[in-house]
């Protein structure tokens, strides 16, 4: 009997794209720098039991694309052969934010193949194989995003069958997406059963024992593996790593569950017991279903469960190729009631009507007739213990006016859509975009405008009009709209584009405030995660994902020079209040570079891990940065001035500092936006 090879660490997924790029041996693959229908294999990926994954392009729509070229004896087999397809178009309708997307299936010659997005990042395996283990927290949020896209899958009645760390991706935002959904039930006799050659496809290291005694597996086998990849991204290595195939499987059937706690006695114990009812011998003991263990995850996390919304299922008629968002970082999760800020006007000094921009306060935007009435926070509450927003889903974007009278945050999953707060009054002023997933929002200088990027398009809202306007984001509905920045006369708002749609797509997008019309697009440069203004309005900044950051002239970004920070990617670019400082974060890296002469002027880590957002206040000479936990830097002596106990249990994805840079908002993975006075920390 043969098996796969039980190292999952050979099984290196396709979908994961390097800053490197692919890689390809030295001698060479003979696949590479030929073609499959309209996709141009440009380099290999990596190798596993079904097949190699190729890095291509889509030929046709111009976008970067993974592609898995099944094995010949695969191919071969007329039955396995149709499986496959039919499976993996049932696997390419389901469109969540945790599984990565099937674009395509494909059969030329002797070979088949399917089609499916590049992520940025890499897989949990390879997290493990540099790393070692996972936080017990990160470990835990990245068992809950798989289970989130079983609860879908399973009820569109498809099976993995095949869930491993190497079939987890881990993008960029570190948001989770199980690869090869439906693929394995797809070869069914493969992994259900031994094949008619005695042939076992798949990695025994996490087959359930009705697996491994080839007999039938369902959803429950699914939560077993599951079980088994948690159990290795809490102690950084398989459950049972007997080097044997067979003794894996016997081990899997027979030897009790390994408890985590013995690896690392600092793994909660309500955590152990996920993994041991979830890898229990007979399949009626583990959880009843993935929304079940689901609820245990979250509960681990100390997040309230809920049901999920329902995930959208594409008809095979209608697009069935339309890419997920790569920094779809983050789907629905919990379900909460929105909870209203309020500060007192005295704290940012602001006479008493007068509004934001200037000008007599606006009258209220009235939100849908069903949204309930908000409770006031005070900022005596703020200043005592903090303020809490919890959110109906993930929180991708905050933003402070810079006369500090506004907060704003967009949400991206659950209900989603944009809300805005009076801190004066405590009111919400604008609840607008609901249904819509938002990934950022920015004020105007004149705190008269707000913009949010949501599905490929920008509106702005215009608080003294009460006007709405679109404009086009130059990305297209498939694309990503990862940042927003104003120009200081708010004359221009610049977008990065995360995704590349379409051949005019770009990375950078300028539009004309007041007319909507594209301003400019540069002619080359990478996709972009983030964007700022220069003070002075002459210099764009672009964060690329290929760690260099472009500078720009405006006003139509015509010139361009190039910071190269030695980042595996670029996530934020900020500039100082006085233009004198551009911040620029990445990994765990934060670096300050002079924008006028190029070069870098400080370098610091951050103990707490990868860096994903930064903000600098209106004035001060402090700024924040958010990631693993949030910290306060100071300008002047390049160093960190303190920690902020935000009480945030996961990664953070969104920052903003309050004008005079007292007030940090955080948003979290964890579905709360917390806002805390930080006027004392470092001082």
Known sequence: METSSPNPAQDTSATVRHGTGPTTPPSGDPRVGTSLGKYRLTGKLGQGGMGVVYEAEDTTLERKVAIKVLTEKMSN?????????????????LNHPHVLTVHDVGHEGDTDYYVMELVQGMSAQQVLDTKGPFPWRAATRIASEVCRALVAAHAASLVHRDIKPANIMLALDGSAKLADFGLAKAIGPSLASVTGSGTILGTPLYMSPEQCRAERADEKSDLYSLGATYYALLCGRPPYPEHLPVQ???????????????????IPDRTAGIVRRAMAKRPSERYPS????????????????????????????????????????????????????????????????????GGAPPGPVAGPKATPPAPRV??????????????????????????????????????????????????????RWEGVGIHSVAFSPDGRMLAA????????????????????????????IGSLAFSEDGRTLAAGLEVKSEADVMCVHLSDVESGKTKGIPETCVESSSVAISPDGKT??????????????????????????????VSAVAFSPDGSTLAATGSDTLQLWDPVAGTKTGEMKDAAGDLFCLAFPARGSRFATGGGGTALWDIGTRTEAGEVEDGH?????????????????????????????????GR
Not at 387 to 406: C, E, I, W
Not at 665 to 677: E, I, N, Q, T
Request: proline content about 6%; some cysteine; overall charge neutral.
């Open 290 to 357: 993935a929304q079940a263990m689901l609820n245990e995850l979250q509960e681990a996390l100390g997040v309230a469960p809920g049901d999920l919304p329902v995930t959208k299922v594409r008809s095979a008629g209608r697009g069935a190729g339309t890419r997920s968002r790569r920094i779809a970082w983050v789907g629905a999760a919990v379900v909460g009631l929105a909870v209203i800020l309020g500060l007192t006007l005295h704290r940012w000094n602001r006479p008493a009507g007068v509004a934001p921009g």
């Open 649 to 681: 249990m996961d990664v953070i994805f969104a920052i903003a500092l309050s004008p005079d840079g007292e007030v940090v908002a955080s948003a979290c993975w964890d579905g709360k936006v917390r806002l805390r006075d930080v006027s004392g920390v």
């Open 77 to 93: 087999d007329p039955e396995l052969r149709m499986r496959f397809q039919k499976e993996a178009r049932a696997a390419a309708r």
């Open 453 to 480: 990027a949501g599905e490929g398009e920008i509106r702005i809202w215009d608080f003294g009009w009460k006007a709405e306007k679109t404009l086009p984001g130059g990305a297209g509905p498939t694309s990503m």
């Open 540 to 569: 764009l900044a672009s964060g690329g994902l290929d760690g260099t950051v472009s500078l720009w002239t405006l006003p139509n970004a015509t010139e361009r020079r190039d910071l190269s920070t030695g980042l595996p990617a």
């Open 248 to 266: 894996i499987m016997f081990a899997h059937c027979s030897s009790p569950v390994p408890d985590p706690r013995e690896a690392d006695a600092h």
């Open 378 to 431: 005070t900022w005596a509450e703020i200043r005592m213990s903090g303020v809490d927003l919890p959110t109906s889903g993930h929180v991708k974007a905050v933003a402070f006016s810079r006369q500090g009278g506004m907060f704003a945050l967009g949400t991206y999953g659950g209900e989603g859509g944009v809300t805005v707060w009076d801190l004066a009054t405590g009111e919400v002023r604008l609840r």
